[in-house]
Nanobody, 126 residues
Framework: QVQLVESGGGLVQPGGSLRLSCAAS????????IAWFRQAPGKEREGVSC????????DYRNSVKGRFTISTDNAKNTVDLQMHSLKPDDTAVYYC???????????????????WGQGTQVTVSS
């Protein structure tokens, strides 16, 4: 059974940085894609970034390009999301999810991701 556990959320001031980590167990990272989604109160869940475990291909939503970086640590079986220059609009619960692929299309389709973590809160506020 796939299990995903997020960590690293917290409160940060605008312009600050956070690093989120998604620990995976129950499967190896060489056959699936992992994505980060987020959901703010009253808003739909939206794709933030994804990485393909097979070839390392990455994709990002436009609003985080140049600020967020997704990476895989195969030794630790984690997928990390390094976030810089955080803005109040980045405030949300961040979830990692395991799915079949990584592309801008997949980031629009959270329904294609079958396994989800419990989420970690990121709050950007002064």
């Amino acid at each position: 059974q796939v299990q995903l556990v997020e960590s690293g959320g917290g409160l940060v001031q605008p312009g600050g940085s956070l690093r989120l980590s998604c620990a995976a167990s129950g499967f190896t990272l060489d056959a699936d894609a992992i994505a980060w989604f987020r959901q703010a109160p009253g808003k739909e869940r939206e794709g933030v970034s994804c990485i393909s475990s097979s070839d390392g291909h990455t994709d990002y939503r436009n609003s985080v390009k140049g600020r967020f970086t997704i990476s895989t640590d195969n030794a630790k079986n984690t997928v990390d999301l390094q976030m810089h220059s955080l803005k109040p609009d980045d405030t949300a619960v961040y979830y990692c999810a395991a799915g079949a692929g990584c592309s801008s299309w997949y980031l629009l389709r959270p329904d294609t991701f079958g396994s989800w973590g419990q989420g970690t809160q990121v709050t950007v506020s002064s």
